[in-house]
């Protein structure tokens, strides 16, 4: 069984800065891309960030510039850094991720649970 756990949520003030983290954990054959995904309060959700297995990024327009999304490899492990971090960055965060399992070698899409980001003025 393959699971995601997200870290690294916190209340942070307006123009501060978080980091996330979420590592994949359990029977990992191959992870393709990985992304950040989040839900404000009443919205619905919305793609943040991704990151192929090559290294290749893409991002929303409403953080570029903002954030970057990385990844280790090794630790099966992708990041969110978070800066300039703006009220309405207020969501849960949830990381995404295509994962094959070692005994059928299927991918599968495996979110994590989320961590809230609250960013007070």
């Known amino acids: 069984q393959v699971q995601l756990v997200e870290s690294g949520g916190a209340l942070v003030q307006a123009g501060g800065s978080l980091r996330l983290s979420c590592a994949a954990s359990?029977?990992?054959?191959?992870?393709?891309?990985m992304a950040w995904y989040r839900q404000a309060p009443g919205k619905q959700r919305e793609s943040v960030a991704t990151i192929t297995s090559g290294g290749s990024t893409n991002y929303a327009d409403s953080v570029k510039g903002r954030f970057t999304i990385s990844r280790d490899n090794a630790k099966n492990t992708v990041y969110l850094q978070m800066n300039s971090l703006r009220p309405e960055d207020t969501a849960v965060y949830y990381c995404?991720?295509?994962?094959?399992?070692?005994?059928?070698?299927?991918?599968?899409?495996?979110w994590g649970q989320g961590t809230l980001v609250t960013v007070f003025s």
């Open positions: 995404a991720a295509d994962i094959a399992n070692d005994y059928d070698y299927r991918y599968l899409e495996v």
């Open positions: 359990g029977n990992i054959f191959s992870i393709n891309a």
